[in-house]
């Protein structure tokens, strides 16, 4: 079935630095790719999405491309702030035509940002 | 509107009792979804409804878990007979779509914690 693998936290980095989250996954069909966020104590918040390979999601400056070449969508961001520091789910919502998807989420990645 | 809003947002209850959780969706959402999530997991699909009707159900959700969407507004998710196994943070979501490919995600609630004691 689909699955979601993403790179296994906690990821740790200074504040202004370079930020990468791998993530990959298994799908029939085209499916749509997201990662959404949640910070402490609230839920998850849709953080960009894209629908079609090589479609670019930004938001906040956070980008991820969707790679169907490399099953892949990593978020980055250029420079972080302490206030990125929360958990990150990628997530795939598959394209079964007629029928439904669900949201299929990976393990999360929890990211903290030192001052 | 308020976004989703999910009720109580802790419960604690001992174990065999029985709990109900209440998500109301954003209004004009057709499409609404629960969810489970364990420490250190990402969340896991449980069932969802479009109007009224409960169009899927997955595996986790044993025979001691029903939810309800009487109305196609507002949900229900009861737990019978409550194990210790099911404590975990329970997240509803809805969306609006009238294709068959979803394009734009979905807008979780804050979520219930539960915790059998």
């Known amino acids: 079935g689909d699955s979601v693998t993403q790179m296994e936290g906690p990821v740790t980095l200074s504040e202004e630095a370079f930020l990468t989250i791998n993530c990959t996954y298994t799908a029939t069909g085209y499916p749509s790719l997201f990662w959404y966020v949640q910070y402490p104590g609230e839920g998850l918040q849709l953080l960009l999405k894209a629908t079609k390979a090589d479609d670019k999601g930004s938001n906040k400056g956070f980008e991820a491309t969707y790679r169907k070449e490399t099953t892949s969508f990593h978020l980055e961001k250029g420079s972080v702030q302490v206030s990125d520091s929360a958990v990150y789910f990628c997530a795939l919502l598959g394209d079964y035509g007629g029928s439904q998807g669900n949201l299929i989420f990976g393990k999360g990645t929890k990211l903290s940002v030192k001052p | 509107d308020t976004g989703v809003s999910q009720d109580p947002r802790h419960k604690i209850t001992k174990r065999g009792q029985n709990v109900t959780f209440r998500c109301d969706p954003i209004s004009e959402h057709n499409r609404l979804y629960w969810y489970r999530q364990t420490l250190g997991q990402g969340p896991e699909f449980l069932t969802y409804f479009q109007n009224e009707a409960q169009l899927e159900k997955s595996r986790l959700l044993s025979d001691r878990f029903s939810a309800e969407r009487p109305k196609g507004s507002f949900s229900t998710l009861e737990i019978q007979r409550t194990e210790q196994g099911d404590s975990a943070m329970y997240l509803c979501?809805?969306?609006?779509?009238?294709?068959?490919?979803?394009?734009?995600?979905?807008?979780f609630g804050s979520g219930t914690r539960l915790t059998v004691v």
């Open positions: 979501a809805s969306s609006f779509n009238s294709e068959p490919t979803l394009n734009y995600g979905y807008t």
